[in-house]
T-cell receptor, first 115, second 113 residues
Framework: DTGVSQDPRHKITKRGQNVTFRCDPI?????LYWYRQTLGQGPEFLTYFQNEAQLEKSRLLSDRFSAERPKGSFSTLEIQRTEQGDSAMYLCASSPSGRATGELFFGEGSRLTVL | AQSVTQLGSHVSVSEGALVLLRCNYS??????LFWYVQYPNQGLQLLLK??????LVKGINGFEAEFKKSETSFHLTKPSAHMSDAAEYFC???????????FGPGTRLSVLP
């Protein structure tokens, strides 16, 4: 399978714990995006990488959230001291660089439940 | 700043009937527009995209959309609904650098037998 893969697919944690999600983009794509989606809503932009550089962060990305993309390959999204409001689906997407004739290719998401 | 509105959070149609899902956008630059579909517990899949070529865009599964600059719209249509079309549909807009995709709130399509 050469699509975008995310791990884990589901995570249940207690409030205050830290969680980390991993995303492996399509190998030739150097743009990588993280989105958050809550029930009944569209995806909300969190952050964007071009290769290893984090070029844009949403104000939704509080200081409890951190994302990395070492070596411009896979990416991780860590949430520290989780809160119940963090419960959501976290979606990763990738795309090739250049002018935007290309769409985003999404993974199946990582669903977080904070108890 | 770019934004997307989708009129109607839930649309129900009978099997075989016309599907019309509405999308209006706001953009200060020429937009690139997309429709995505999401089935339960899955990621988003691209249906079709407009990237400043033909204004009538055909996508997968018999869907098409027409870009109307004067109306700032990009409505999605399908002549005859199928049960398998039941899903959540999202309209999205980006600029020509593709760095920031903005999604609408989505429209849930139900297809009745």
């Amino acid at each position: 399978d050469t699509g975008v893969s995310q791990d884990p697919r589901h995570k249940i944690t207690k409030r205050g714990q830290n969680v980390t999600f991993r995303c492996d983009p399509i190998s030739e794509h150097n743009r990588l995006y993280w989105y958050r989606q809550t029930l009944g809503q569209g995806p909300e932009f969190l952050t964007y990488f071009q290769n290893e550089a984090q070029l844009e962060k949403s104000r939704l990305l509080s200081d409890r959230f951190s994302a990395e993309r070492p070596k411009g390959s896979f990416s991780t999204l860590e949430i520290q001291r989780t809160e119940q409001g963090d419960s959501a689906m976290y979606l990763c997407a990738s795309s090739p660089s250049g002018r935007a004739t290309g769409e985003l290719f999404f993974g199946e998401g990582s669903r977080l439940t904070v108890l | 700043a770019q934004s997307v509105t989708q009129l109607g959070s839930h649309v129900s149609v009978s099997e075989g009937a016309l599907v019309l899902l509405r999308c209006n956008y706001s953009s200060s630059v020429p937009p690139y527009l997309f429709w995505y579909v999401q089935y339960p517990n899955q990621g988003l899949q691209l249906l079709l995209k407009y990237t400043s070529a033909a204004t009538l865009v055909k996508g997968i599964n018999g869907f098409e959309a027409e870009f109307k600059k004067s109306e700032t719209s990009f409505h999605l249509t399908k002549p005859s609904a199928h049960m398998s079309d039941a899903a959540e549909y999202f309209c999205a807009v980006t600029d020509n650098y593709g760095q920031n995709f903005v999604f609408g709130p989505g429209t849930r399509l139900s297809v009745l037998p």
